[in-house]
Structures are given as structure tokens and as C-alpha cells.
């Protein structure tokens, strides 16, 4: 008996049981006619409220058919990229691991600084609950989520963190964020060499990091710090809402 292929598509508990809504995942960044009739039919089928589509823009058919099938472009996605060297570390600053007693005030950067991603940018979800995505995210970097937490003080109080993920010998850095008290001081640049300097010790020889097209900030920090663009995609969000009816 020959059985139809999966539809390229995943079912997203934690997103779903977070957000109050059925979330699903789009497992490939480009898509064809069959594939996009198949991922419908499961979405149906499993009565699916939201798809996400990380896209490859370089697919123009991909593009096409999420315009036309009601995808609305969310975020674009950068990902930025350094080789390790000899890194130094950042002078003048108090930066070390996160510790418990940090997660208060962690977890209050983190309400406060991630408001560009894509989350807040789709209607559909409610600002306090992405606000409330950024606090458990951080907290659960440093209960293991990441491989290390690192936080600049200033006066002897957490001003910021970066979170910092090791695979296969290449870093990853995650969360960054700067008090909204202290911004302007460079010391998300400081955050950034001093992580450089940890992932040096753990062997690594690259470093990704991933921003929003629209966090110019983020983009030019990463880039003072030397990282070039590795890559480029789109995010794209699907709602099941009667067409004419959109948010």
C-alpha cells in the first residue's frame, strides 16, 4: 500500500500550551504547490490556529506562495557570524556568570528589551504574554537552557546579560540585553568580546548570533564586534481566519 509523504510540518506543544492557541512549524524554507496543499490538510485536520514559515528568500516560488496563500511577513531574520581568535578581554567592566540571586532583575531586563522580535510584531499574540516569553526565556538559560549566563554590574547591580550556547564546538549567542538605564555605554559590546573570550575557552572556533532586519542596533553592534551577515531569511506567520477578516 503506498501512503501519501508527511506534510513538512510539526506541531509546536510548547508554543501552543504558551500562547493558548494550536501552533505549528513549517519544517523546510522553501515550499512547493503539493507541499503547501499537504501542510493545509494537516493544518486542518489537526485544527491548527497558526503555521510559522522561516523562508529562504532566494525562493521566489516560496515567496509567491506565501503571499498568496494569506502568510504575513513577521520579522527577517539575520544571521551574523565570527571566527574565534585571540579574543581579549573587556577592561573597565565587572562582567561574570549570572547567579540565582540575579533573576529578579534578569528576568525585568528581559520585559523590557526584546521588542523587536517577531512575536510583538503579530497582532495575534498579546504584548504581555510576549513580555512574559522573554522572562521565562532567560530564566530558563540560566536554570540550563544555555551553557552559560553571563551579567555586566554596574554599582554592584546586574545592568545586563548574554546567554551563550556551545554545539558541536560553535557558539551561539542567544539572549543579550542592556538595562534600559544604561544603554548608550557600550556595554553590549563589552557583553559580546567577553563572550568571545568564554567560547575561546571552550574550544570553539565560530560564533553565530541571530537578529531582526529591523534591530539596526543589534546589527551594528554585532558588526563592531566583527561579525559579517551569514545569512538570510523570513519569517512569515499564517492565521486561520476567514479571508477579508484579518487582524
Request: aromatic share 10%; hydrophobic share 40%; glycine share 4%.
Amino acid at each position: 500500500m503506498n501512503h501519501d509523504p508527511a506534510p513538512p510540518v510539526e506541531y509546536l506543544p510548547w508554543d501552543s500550551n504558551f500562547f493558548g492557541k494550536r501552533i505549528a512549524r513549517i519544517k523546510r524554507d522553501t515550499l512547493t504547490p503539493p507541499d503547501v496543499e499537504a501542510i493545509f490538510n494537516w493544518a486542518t485536520e489537526q485544527q491548527i490556529d497558526c503555521l510559522y514559515l522561516l523562508a529562504n528568500p532566494e525562493s521566489r516560488e516560496t515567496t509567491l506562495l506565501a503571499e498568496q496563500n494569506r502568510f504575513h511577513l513577521t520579522d527577517v531574520r539575520i544571521t551574523l557570524e565570527k571566527k574565534i581568535f585571540e579574543e581579549k578581554e573587556p577592561v573597565g567592566v565587572a562582567i561574570r556568570p549570572a547567579v540565582e540571586s540575579d533573576l529578579p532583575i534578569l528576568k525585568w531586563i528581559a520585559r523590557q528589551s526584546h521588542r523587536d522580535s517577531r512575536f510583538y510584531y503579530d497582532n495575534h499574540f498579546a504584548t504581555e504574554l510576549c513580555d512574559k516569553l522573554f522572562e521565562i526565556w532567560i530564566e530558563n538559560s540560566y536554570n540550563g537552557f544555555a551553557n552559560q549566563t553571563l551579567v555586566i554590574d554596574i554599582d554592584s547591580k546586574p545592568a545586563g546579560y548574554l546567554t551563550c550556547h556551545v554545539e558541536d564546538k560553535e557558539g551561539r549567542i542567544g539572549l543579550l540585553a542592556v538595562h534600559p538605564d544604561h544603554q548608550g555605554k557600550a556595554l553590549g559590546s563589552a557583553l559580546v568580546n567577553a563572550s568571545l573570550v568564554w567560547f575561546k575557552m571552550q574550544g570553539v572556533t565560530r560564533v553565530s548570533v541571530v537578529t531582526q532586519g529591523r534591530n539596526i542596533r543589534a546589527q551594528r553592534l554585532y558588526q563592531r564586534c566583527g561579525f559579517i551577515t551569514r545569512s538570510l531569511h523570513i519569517w512569515y506567520h499564517w492565521w486561520n481566519t476567514p479571508k477579508g477578516q484579518e487582524a
